[in-house]
């Protein structure tokens, strides 16, 4: 009985020893395995390191700052109105120029000048101060050519200024374009003396018209001296045309102080056959 629980004791020792022979191989296999995760991880740990800055943040480029709405860099002010050629109609001339603010501005100068006849007259320059305060307000002087322009201060040194931008009052409204009635287009005349009427019709609350008549001598189309026709009524001139030829005409009504004058009339042509 004793002998037979030794072979026991023995037959299981054998057999844990083998099942820890066969075992090793696994846990070898296991073991490199983790080995090769490690690995893995260690490597991603290494990319993940190269997309960040040295403070641990995400690596981006270099991006400029968004541009505030109205605002820009220093340097010469944007103009924002009136636009550059705008025509304005209404009364009084109440004018307002407007920039974008500029960016350690303190102050901004205004200049402006307004066409008399060929030739710029300037108002006295502006200084308008703060960084916001990007407008200036005034009354202009009458139904013409205007222009301005902006330059900003930072408290040392103004910019550059920008361009000139132009704009025009036109307050009071303008004569209609007569419509001419005599002589007809293109009228041939056969009759002595050349006594010629020209007509249209009248025009109310005009001032009066202006006539103006050329006649054809050779290639060159010679004028005769402008006639200028007071009061509305007076819708038609007579004249002796000045030989066997070509002549043309055309009226356009006078408005006076309270209106524009109207567009001339396109040139009518008549012939004289004697």
Not at 41 to 56: C, H, N, R
Not at 127 to 132: E, K, L, M
Not at 234 to 258: E, K, M, S
Request: glycine fraction near 8%; include cysteine.
């Amino acid at each position: 009985m004793h002998k037979s629980r030794s072979v026991v004791i023995v037959i299981g020792i054998i057999t844990t020893l083998l099942c820890m022979l066969f075992m090793f191989p696994v846990l070898s296999a296991s073991g490199a395995d983790d080995l090769e995760s490690a690995t893995v991880d260690s490597q991603s740990v290494t990319t993940l390191s190269e997309g960040l800055s040295t403070e641990g943040t995400p690596a981006q480029a270099e991006e400029t700052a968004p541009n505030l709405e109205g605002i820009t860099p220093w340097g010469t002010p944007v103009q924002v109105s009136p636009n550059s050629g705008t025509a304005l109609a209404h009364y009084p001339r109440w004018t307002t120029v407007a920039w974008q603010r500029v960016t350690t501005a303190t102050a901004y100068k205004v200049e402006r000048a307004y066409l008399s006849g060929s030739t710029w007259v300037a108002y006295p320059a502006v200084t308008v101060s703060g960084i916001n305060n990007a407008s200036y307000s005034f009354s202009f002087v009458g139904d013409q050519t205007g222009r301005w322009r902006v330059s900003a201060y930072n408290g040392s040194v103004w910019t550059a200024p920008s361009s000139w931008w132009t704009f025009s009052y036109r307050t009071k409204a303008q004569m209609p374009t007569p419509i001419v009635t005599n002589p007809y287009p293109s009228e041939v005349f056969d009759h002595y003396p050349r006594t010629t009427m020209l007509s249209w019709k009248m025009i109310p609350a005009a001032y009066g018209y202006k006539v103006e008549r050329q006649y054809l001598s050779g290639t060159t189309w010679v004028s005769y001296p402008t006639v200028t026709i007071t009061g509305y009524l007076n819708a038609r001139y007579t004249f002796n045309f000045i030989g066997a030829q070509q002549g043309r005409w055309r009226v356009t009504a006078l408005g006076g102080t309270n209106y524009y004058d109207s567009a001339p009339t396109a040139w009518y042509y008549f012939r004289y056959g004697i």
